[in-house]
């Protein structure tokens, strides 16, 4: 996936001079004498690719045994071995969250092959895992052929390993790589050309940056060209002018409104998160997020995946919004989903089918401003069909749902028929109030489908959809409403630069309970935490009335660094072993090439330290690795240092991310801290680290 906050790339999806376009042959057969299409319209693969809703990202490579999100590409291939591969398991797991398809990473950008490819030594066959016979692609995909599920490739464009990246010969072998895996692995349903491309790598030895233009040196219509014929009913991913665009973050948010037409323009993350209204292109979103902070599994973030009350909210600002919901769900060193992603997934897809379990509309009257004709009467929203309003009746036609005895519900799902485009700009929905209507939301497109939840429920006999402002008549295939079944939304945790931890819940009538040391929260809240020195902050918010309590949310904290200050530093972009924001991305620290990497930090004020802590970069540089050892000094002053209050192994930084705490012997007082990094591991040639710090008593 893409690296947040990377670097500006290419992101033109300009094929050849031009967008591709796709044919737009509907399906079902449209009624032959209903309303004309307006616009752009989806294709039948299109189509069958928005009734998923919801499936599922697998991130697994050498990554996830190097505890990297990006690997360098110079990985050897035997570091890749599951001890306890199932792909029945994954796939089970993914299927019982409610996943309609999973997408692998076949190929991610650290160019090593989850299949035995013949056109690469840097694959399975030359690892460890099942004696070099292994092919993770077979057996995912023969999973989800047993288990109803479809099957999908990720095949990254950049390759960090290879050697003739950049150069003509490697994109040959790019599309050979492609057309193996069209071929050899049975129905694939998407294929998903990643955004990323260039920069430093590997490159069989070479060790340089390289750079290209995306939008050219791929040679796209020939990529695109052998999907087509050889899995023609998949569709394709790239940020934009294949049939899938990228929605512009990988936050989990599609736009508000979120049109799933494009134009001609150049692409940014901000129209993709948008959609251009009236666009002559159909292209969809398709929003990508990963059940964890991370895209590959990371081991100490299993206590940060995401709960099911959080997973919903993503469901209703993705798929509420008319963009498809792309989870990833990372595999971990066994080659299983975790235990506690799979419990996540299971219950989320429990409160999805909760939430959606009774719809309030069966029973209603259903009557409308007009009707196109037969076959479009309101009625027919309750019966699989469509309303469709006559062709003169746009800005103020409207659809009314009339309910014998009042309803409460928070919740509405509307949909168009999309076979005859995108037909309404803005809408408001209201309810029957004496002799008047009332208000209760006001709304920009629909498409695909869009679910507004309302602030709090509402009661009513009649419900009412106007159209304020519409390119052509309303076409509505739904109208539905629903009641949220009761939800403690997780507390949000967050950190000043003083020190000051605040908890706060999301609604009201909510307690909270907290810890500042990793154990149960069990303290009451009652206003902001004093917390400079660091520690691991656990919260929970219960509402008394039911006693429903939401997910735990943990957040470790290193000690706070507002007032420390670089004094000297050898590396360049020393500043960053001065922040903290309680992840472990980031930039690095690198050395000169071939040299030490030492430090000097002026801490601001005399700390009384227990131990010092350490962390290597995750975007570190080619040729970069975590130091070897360290030695670290505290003294008075950015000079006079004596004797290393600690000489330590750094091992444990090879193949692990998370921060590194090691004591010192006896508590050490000063004000300077200096540190010195020899050399790094394995005789790579780059010092290179995220953070260092100290801990205190308090933490």
Same mark, same amino acid.
């Given at each position: 996936?893409?690296?947040?906050?990377?670097?500006?790339?290419?992101?033109?999806?300009?094929?050849?001079?031009?967008?591709? *376009?796709?044919?737009?042959?509907?399906?079902?057969?449209?009624?032959?004498?209903?309303?004309?299409?307006?616009?752009?319209?989806?294709?039948?693969?299109?189509?069958?690719?928005?009734?998923?809703?919801?499936? !599922?990202?697998?991130?697994?490579? +050498?990554?996830?045994?190097?505890?990297?999100?990006?690997?360098?590409?110079?990985?050897?291939?035997?570091?890749?071995?599951?001890?306890?591969?199932?792909?029945?398991?994954?796939?089970?797991?993914?299927?019982?969250?409610?996943?309609?398809?999973?997408?692998?990473?076949?190929?991610?950008?650290?160019?090593?092959?989850?299949?035995?490819?013949?056109?690469?030594?840097?694959?399975?066959?030359? =690892?460890?895992?099942?004696?070099?016979?292994?092919?993770? %692609?077979?057996?995912?995909?023969?999973? *989800?052929?047993?288990?109803?599920?479809?099957?999908g490739v990720y095949l990254s464009p950049w390759d960090r390993n290879h050697a003739d990246y950049g150069r003509p010969a490697y994109v040959e072998y790019y599309l050979k790589q492609l057309r193996e895996l069209l071929t050899s692995y049975g129905a694939v349903h998407e294929v998903w050309f990643d955004g990323a491309n !260039?920069?430093?790598?590997?490159?069989? !030895?070479?060790?340089?940056?390289?750079?290209?233009?995306?939008?050219?040196?791929?040679?796209?219509?020939?990529?695109?060209?052998?999907?087509?014929?050889?899995?023609?009913?998949? +569709?394709?991913?790239?940020?934009?002018?294949?049939?899938?665009?990228? %929605?512009g973050n990988e936050a989990g948010v599609a736009g508000d409104p979120c049109w799933p037409t494009m134009s001609g323009l150049p692409f940014t993350p901000a129209l993709g998160n948008s959609g251009v209204r009236g666009g002559a292109l159909w292209n969809p979103a398709e929003v990508d997020v990963s059940i964890r902070r991370s895209w590959f599994w990371h081991a100490d973030e299993n206590e940060g995946v995401r709960s099911p009350a959080n997973l919903l909210k993503l469901y209703l600002t993705s798929v509420g919004?008319?963009?498809?919901?792309?989870?990833? &769900?990372?595999?971990?060193?066994?080659?299983?989903?975790?235990?506690?992603?799979?419990?996540?997934?299971?219950?989320?897809?429990?409160?999805?089918?909760?939430?959606?379990? *009774?719809?309030?509309?069966?029973?209603a009257r259903v009557r409308a401003s007009s009707t196109f004709g037969p076959g479009f009467e309101p009625s027919k929203i309750l019966k699989g069909g469509a309303w469709a309003a006559r062709e003169s009746d746009r800005a103020g036609a409207w659809l009314r749902l009339d309910f014998a005895q009042?309803?409460?519900?928070?919740?509405?799902?509307?949909?168009?028929?999309?076979?005859?485009?995108?037909?309404?700009?803005?809408? +408001?929905?209201?309810? &029957?109030?004496?002799?008047?209507?009332?208000?209760?939301a006001r709304r920009t497109c629909i498409g695909a489908q869009r679910v507004i939840r309302l602030a709090a429920p509402v009661t009513a006999r009649a419900v009412r959809l106007r159209v304020t402002k519409a390119a052509a008549s309303p076409v509505l295939s739904e109208f539905s409403l629903y009641r949220l079944p009761e939800i403690v939304e997780d507390p949000v945790i967050r950190r000043d630069d003083k020190g000051l931890v605040t908890v706060a819940a999301v609604g009201p009538g909510l307690e909270l309970h907290y810890?500042?040391?990793?154990?149960?929260?069990?303290?009451?809240?009652?206003?902001?935490?004093?917390? =400079?020195?660091?520690?691991? %902050?656990?919260?929970? &918010?219960?509402?008394?009335?039911?006693?429903?309590?939401?997910? %735990?949310?943990?957040?470790?904290?290193?000690?706070?660094?507002s007032g420390w200050r670089l004094v000297s530093c050898t590396g360049d972009n020393g500043e960053a072993l001065l922040s903290w924001d309680g992840s472990p991305d980031g930039d690095a620290c690198n050395a000169p090439r071939g040299r030490p990497l030492e430090a000097v930090i002026d801490l601001g004020r005399r700390y009384d330290a227990t131990g010092f802590t350490i962390q290597r970069g995750q975007w570190m540089t080619y040729g970069g690795a975590a130091p070897e050892s360290c030695q670290v000094w505290l003294g008075d002053d950015a000079e006079t240092w004596g004797t290393p209050v600690l000489e330590a192994d750094l091992s444990p930084l090879r193949h692990q991310r998370s921060r590194v705490r090691i004591p010192f012997a006896a508590p050490v007082s000063g004000r300077y801290l200096r540190v010195h990094l020899p050399r790094a591991l394995d005789g790579n040639p780059v010092v290179s680290i995220a953070r260092v710090g100290i801990t205190t008593a308090q933490a």
């Open positions: 996936m893409r690296r947040p906050l990377f670097p500006k790339l290419s992101r033109r999806a300009l094929i050849g001079g031009g967008m591709v *376009c796709f044919g737009a042959t509907p399906f079902p057969a449209l009624a032959a004498r209903g309303p004309a299409p307006y616009g752009a319209t989806p294709s039948s693969r299109q189509q069958a690719w928005q009734a998923m809703e919801f499936y !599922g990202f697998l991130h697994f490579t +050498v990554d996830t045994f190097t505890d990297r999100d990006w690997g360098l590409g110079d990985e050897n291939p035997a570091i890749f071995n599951p001890t306890d591969f199932d792909a029945d398991q994954i796939v089970t797991a993914c299927k019982t969250g409610g996943m309609k398809q999973l997408i692998l990473t076949a190929k991610h950008h650290d160019g090593f092959c989850l299949w035995p490819s013949v056109h690469t030594a840097h694959s399975l066959k030359n =690892s460890p895992f099942q004696g070099g016979k292994g092919d993770i %692609v077979r057996d995912i995909s023969r999973a *989800c052929a047993r288990h109803g599920l479809k099957f !260039g920069g430093d790598g590997y490159y069989g !030895g070479a060790c340089e940056t390289r750079q290209i233009d995306g939008a050219t040196y791929y040679r796209w219509p020939e990529a695109y060209g052998l999907v087509r014929r050889l899995q023609p009913q998949a +569709v394709m991913f790239r940020d934009y002018g294949t049939e899938v665009r990228w %929605v919004r008319g963009a498809n919901l792309l989870l990833n &769900a990372p595999p971990d060193r066994r080659g299983r989903i975790h235990e506690a992603d799979a419990q996540a997934l299971k219950d989320f897809h429990a409160l999805l089918a909760k939430t959606f379990a *009774c719809n309030l509309n069966t029973t009042a309803e409460t519900f928070d919740l509405i799902r509307l949909r168009e028929d999309t076979r005859y485009g995108v037909r309404i700009d803005d809408y +408001v929905v209201e309810i &029957a109030d004496g002799e008047d209507w009332r208000e209760i810890s500042v040391d990793g154990s149960p929260p069990s303290m009451p809240y009652a206003g902001p935490i004093a917390l =400079s020195g660091g520690g691991k %902050v656990r919260a929970v &918010a219960r509402r008394p009335s039911s006693g429903l309590a939401s997910a %735990v949310i943990t957040e470790d904290f290193d000690i706070v660094k």
